[in-house]
């Protein structure tokens, strides 16, 4: 634990965990949660409104341990191929930038090529049984909103040179994106009306998403990832909880 959140990702984290958070808070996302909810539980609209809320969380669990299985999967193999190549070069480190910001571009631009979706036709049967299947289902697409954020926290991984510092990542992320699946479920009555508020407001998230990519891609061209890293190791090594 200590090396993934005192060592090189005691910045990268609090990233990760924030992209998650703009990923379910998108449009690509944030409009279809009643519906996921609705097809992870085979609940119907009145059912959901009326609080189920056990079956409710077990199928937003299950639906969230689908993708994060899947998500976890592609980090742990970005940080291992990292590891084979012993990626310290600082030249890669601004490729990897680069790519980034490449991604920030099609966050903030929204080119109608990049606007394009693809997506796992087949669907499990609705309900429990078929909730983590759908997760990983959701975890093997591209959409505009998550697609770049993801590769993003992916590129951080590689450049990590580490599995397990990748597959921290890949789960801090999953935890921002996750987190509100499950919260939402345990209130979907008071949840829904603080989702409207959001709803209302998903174009901005989607450029603070955007936004978040390009301080990640300058941070890392810039080598000033690192600096900022070392920072921070300071102060969270020579933190002492009291017991």
């Given at each position: 634990?200590?090396?993934?959140?005192?060592?090189?990702?005691?910045?990268a984290v609090p990233l990760a965990v924030l992209?998650?958070?703009?990923?379910?808070?998108?449009?690509?996302?944030?409009?279809?949660?009643?519906?996921?909810?609705?097809?992870?539980?085979?609940?119907?609209?009145?059912?959901?409104?009326?609080?189920?809320?056990?079956?409710?969380?077990?199928?937003?669990?299950?639906?969230?341990?689908?993708?994060?299985?899947?998500?976890?999967?592609?980090?742990?193999?970005?940080?291992?191929?990292?590891?084979?190549?012993?990626?310290?070069?600082?030249?890669?480190?601004?490729?990897?930038?680069?790519?980034?910001?490449?991604?920030?571009?099609?966050?903030?631009?929204?080119?109608?090529?990049?606007?394009?979706?693809?997506?796992?036709?087949?669907?499990?049967?609705?309900?429990?049984?078929?909730?983590?299947?759908?997760?990983?289902?959701?975890?093997?697409?591209?959409?505009?909103?998550?697609?770049?954020?993801?590769?993003?926290?992916?590129?951080?991984?590689?450049?990590?040179?580490?599995?397990?510092?990748?597959?921290?990542?890949?789960?801090?992320?999953?935890?921002?994106?996750?987190?509100?699946?499950?919260?939402?479920?345990?209130?979907?009555?008071?949840?829904?009306?603080?989702?409207?508020?959001?709803?209302?407001?998903?174009?901005?998230?989607?450029?603070?998403?955007?936004?978040?990519?390009?301080?990640?891609?300058?941070?890392?061209?810039?080598?000033?990832?690192?600096?900022?890293?070392?920072?921070?190791?300071?102060?969270?090594s020579g933190f002492e909880p009291v017991i």
């Amino acid at each position: 634990m200590q090396t993934v959140v005192g060592g090189p990702l005691a910045l990268a984290v609090p990233l990760a965990v924030l992209a998650g958070l703009v990923s379910f808070l998108s449009p690509c996302v944030l409009p279809l949660v009643p519906g996921f909810l609705g097809y992870v539980t085979g609940l119907g609209g009145v059912d959901l409104e009326d609080r189920r809320r056990g079956r409710m969380a077990a199928g937003a669990a299950l639906f969230v341990v689908g993708f994060s299985a899947v998500f976890v999967l592609i980090s742990f193999t970005a940080g291992s191929v990292g590891a084979a190549l012993a990626v310290n070069s600082r030249d890669l480190q601004r490729v990897l930038g680069v790519f980034v910001l490449a991604m920030a571009a099609l966050v903030l631009a929204e080119p109608l090529w990049a606007q394009r979706e693809v997506k796992v036709r087949w669907r499990p049967r609705a309900g429990l049984l078929g909730a983590p299947v759908l997760g990983a289902v959701f975890g093997l697409g591209w959409t505009p909103c998550i697609g770049p954020i993801f590769s993003a926290i992916v590129a951080l991984g590689f450049s990590s040179a580490s599995q397990g510092r990748s597959t921290g990542l890949a789960v801090a992320y999953c935890l921002g994106l996750g987190l509100p699946f499950v919260l939402l479920a345990l209130g979907f009555s008071r949840g829904m009306r603080v989702l409207a508020v959001f709803r209302r407001h998903r174009r901005a998230i989607n450029r603070f998403g955007g936004v978040l990519l390009v301080v990640i891609g300058v941070l890392l061209v810039s080598g000033a990832f690192d600096a900022a890293t070392q920072l921070l190791q300071g102060p969270i090594s020579g933190f002492e909880p009291v017991i």
